[in-house]
């Protein structure tokens, strides 16, 4: 998608970008003396499609109020989309996504839309709730491992032998043996038969054996361990932990995006005041360089002086061209970010409060209190502690109830109780039981150290608000005296008291007074959002935002 812009006068967007800053400011104007707690939105620079023919005002809120009615209806079109999942491809990446459904998503955005929406797209929040629905099947599955194992066994065989034996050696052992016997029990007997070799006489020399046939069979089966010694509670407690721990690091991943979100979102709002910043320094500079021009015709100026005007214009212009590609890669990062294929438009102000922060140890309870990281090293403490039940049941017994039966016409079955100790071998006890105690140990310490860790982050955050707030409200007499001075400059040159050179001068004078305001405004945003994300409380910078009595202008309201 390309921009183009079209501009107002600079005058007007000189008067109205820093006229809410403060109540001195206010009167410096009359036509300038709105609220501090109002938010002033003047479209000074359109940024629009460069396929739109006519960017003119009219068309702008057209095109602003099909948008905001996509907005109103895009929940309840979400809602009646979340019926149609199936497979849908990845406007970013171009991958397919099962058990997905679309969502309409305006490219006119407030912060809490944003905010809403990021949850719904984002793939490393689906990602880690995957992870936690794994965490709480497992931890389900093995709540079922102590309940009675019923089984059945089914067999069918089938059997074919075929098979030639020789009998050659036990002929000759039993004609043996006979003889020897009877040698030894009758007296020899002139004409007695040789009894071994008749019964050899009757025994082959190899016997071949042939079978074939069908054997089938069924029984039921049950087990059921009566007494684990706490194995499976400990068991099912470590995974119960470990959900514990995969939710925890689910929350610090969810804060970390709501702070990348509100980094790219105001940055996305910085980058556009600079751009309309530099294109009305441009247009100043524009008229002061055709000014010149006509005193440099009339012979007022001298050469030199008109060039120093030229040099200054197309320093301006380049200027202008750079915040512009700036602000369009900051608006292509949030949209990157909310995973559309088109800019998102950002309708929240940057904003600064006059109001003083509660204490700091106000914000430092709520990070005790509330900080996933805390929750996370608790959630590694409760697995230690299951792990250590799990090695202390050693050398317990395990208790188990068996039977089985077989299904036939007159079945036969067996049951009864068995116990088991392990007597000896497999894991040392003594040691599984030192690594879980050091393991508590090791969470223990690692609370009291992401505590400490914690407080001093929210401490310095907490300045950091402070130091950007008193920022912001020193740099108003800049940006007035800044203003004022231009305006003298500009008066003087029109008398040919003043030359091109110091008009430049001074309009880059107001033009830094200005841009450093907006960054100190940006730097107070980023910092509060940074002071929530380590009191574990993202979302109250919303509070903090909507309570705010100075805004600075936005082109995207409504």
């Not at 809490?112 to 689906?126: R, W």
């Not at 512009?324 to 294929?341: F, H, S, V």
Request: charged letters at 20%; aromatic letters at 6%.
């Amino acid at each position: 998608m390309k921009f183009v812009l079209s501009t107002l006068s600079a005058a007007m967007m000189t008067m109205t970008l820093f006229g809410i800053a403060a109540t001195t400011a206010a009167r410096a104007d009359e036509h300038m003396s709105e609220s501090q707690n109002e938010v002033i939105a003047v479209n000074v620079t359109q940024i629009v499609d460069a396929d739109n023919q006519n960017p003119t005002s009219s068309a702008l809120e057209g095109i602003n109020q099909d948008l905001t009615s996509k907005t109103a209806s895009s929940n309840s079109a979400a809602v009646a989309n979340k019926s149609a999942v199936g497979t849908l491809i990845d406007p970013i990446t171009h991958k397919s996504i099962e058990n997905s459904y679309p969502l309409e998503v305006s490219s006119l955005l407030s912060l809490e839309q944003a905010q809403n929406i990021l949850l719904q797209v984002s793939p490393k929040i689906a990602a880690n709730q995957a992870a936690i629905a794994a965490s709480e099947y497992q931890t389900d599955a093995l709540k079922t491992i102590d309940h009675p194992l019923v089984f059945a066994r089914v067999s069918a065989t089938a059997y074919n032998l075929d098979a030639d034996i020789d009998l050659s050696s036990l002929k000759n052992g039993i004609v043996n043996d006979i003889n020897t016997g009877v040698g030894d029990i009758i007296p020899p007997i002139p004409d007695l038969p040789n009894f071994g070799e008749l019964v050899g006489e009757r025994i082959p020399d190899n016997y071949e054996l042939k079978r074939s046939g069908s054997t089938a069979g069924a029984g039921l089966g049950v087990v059921w361990p009566i007494y684990t010694a706490g194995r499976t509670a400990a068991l099912t407690g470590a995974s119960n932990a470990r959900t514990q721990e995969a939710v925890a690091d689910s929350i610090l991943d969810k804060n970390e995006l709501y702070n990348t979100l509100i980094e790219r979102y105001f940055k996305a709002q910085l980058a556009i005041i600079a751009a309309y910043l530099r294109d009305d320094a441009y247009d100043t500079l524009q008229q002061t360089d055709h000014m010149a021009q006509r005193l440099f015709e009339e012979g007022f100026i001298s050469r030199v002086d008109r060039l120093e005007a030229q040099s200054a214009l197309a320093d301006a212009k380049s200027e202008s061209v750079n915040a512009n590609n700036d602000a369009r890669l900051a608006m292509m990062a949030l949209q990157r970010l909310l995973r559309t294929e088109y800019r998102i438009k950002p309708r929240t102000p940057l904003f600064v409060s006059s109001r003083p922060l509660p204490d700091v140890n106000y914000f430092q309870d709520l990070a005790l209190n509330h900080h996933p990281g805390l929750q996370k090293v608790a959630a590694k403490r409760a697995q230690a502690q299951q792990l250590h039940a799990l090695s202390d049941t050693g050398y317990k017994p395990t208790v188990m109830l068996y039977g089985y039966g077989q299904i036939e016409k007159d079945p036969s079955w067996v049951a009864g109780v068995s116990a088991s100790w392990k007597l000896w071998g497999g894991l040392d006890k003594t040691a599984s039981l030192a690594s879980s105690n050091a393991k508590i140990r090791q969470a223990d310490l690692s609370e009291i150290e992401v505590s400490d860790n914690l407080l001093l982050l929210v401490e310095k955050n907490w300045h950091d608000v402070n130091n950007a707030q008193s920022r912001y409200q020193a740099l108003q007499s800049n940006v007035e005296l800044a203003a004022e001075v231009l305006r003298l400059r500009r008066l003087g040159l029109q008398e040919g008291v003043n030359t091109p050179v110091e008009v430049a001068q001074a309009q880059t004078q107001s033009l830094k007074a200005r841009t450093e305001q907006a960054q100190a405004a940006y730097s107070y945003v980023q910092s509060l959002a940074a002071l929530m994300q380590s009191c574990g409380t993202p979302l109250a910078f919303n509070a903090y935002l909507n309570a705010a009595d100075i805004r600075l202008p936005t082109l995207y309201d409504k």
